[in-house]
């Protein structure tokens, strides 16, 4: 009997990046979370080019790939790294890579691995909801502080005292009024 495996989903979701505009999975995590060896991913992959458009997968330039080792734990080429640039899937293309693997823990782990997926493009929907609403706000906000200017400078207007009367011009006496 299989032992069933369960790997939380947060755990899949932080090895999802963003690529070319795409959330992708490298080769190597989902390799891992098939428990299968990288190279016997692409080899079945490979085998199967035709389920892999570029939409489903695709091969990082070298440029991304620099990248990606400045940014995570690759190991260097020539110390037991990589050789070739990685693949990185999509979510159809990680579905389609546990169909073309036909192991049974790889069909299991593909449910977890789409509702990762699925998960962060909740969460981007949620943040581009909460940036428009931002944004009218911004915007109610900005017409009405043209208006509450306004009523605070009439209510300054009406609140500054009249302008005194005018001093005459000339030489005054203040005397009590003593008849000369």
């Known amino acids: ?30 390799a891992r979370i098939y428990a299968i060896p990288t190279f016997r991913l692409n080899e079945a992959v490979k085998r199967n080019l035709a389920r892999f458009p570029e939409d489903f997968m695709f091969q990082l330039t070298s440029e991304e790939y620099k990248v990606l080792t400045s940014q995570i734990a690759i190991s260097n080429t020539g110390r037991g790294g990589r050789r070739t640039s990685p693949y990185v899937f999509t ?39 909460l940036a428009q609403k931002l944004s009218e706000l911004e915007w109610k906000v900005g017409r009405h502080d043209a208006d509450i200017g306004a009523i605070v400078d009439a209510i300054r207007q009406l609140t500054t005292p009249p302008d005194k009367p005018r001093r005459r011009i000339g030489f005054r006496v203040n005397e009590d009024k003593v008849p000369y």
């Open 1 to 30: 009997m299989a032992k069933s495996v369960s790997v939380p989903v947060e755990a899949i979701e932080q090895r999802i990046l963003l690529i070319r505009g795409k959330k992708v999975i490298l080769d190597s995590d989902l």
């Open 91 to 129: 979510e159809h293309g990680a579905m389609m890579a546990a169909n073309v693997l036909k192991s049974e823990r790889a069909v299991r782990m593909s449910v977890y691995v789409v509702r990762a997926f699925v998960k962060l493009r909740e969460m981007f929907a949620t943040h581009v909801e």
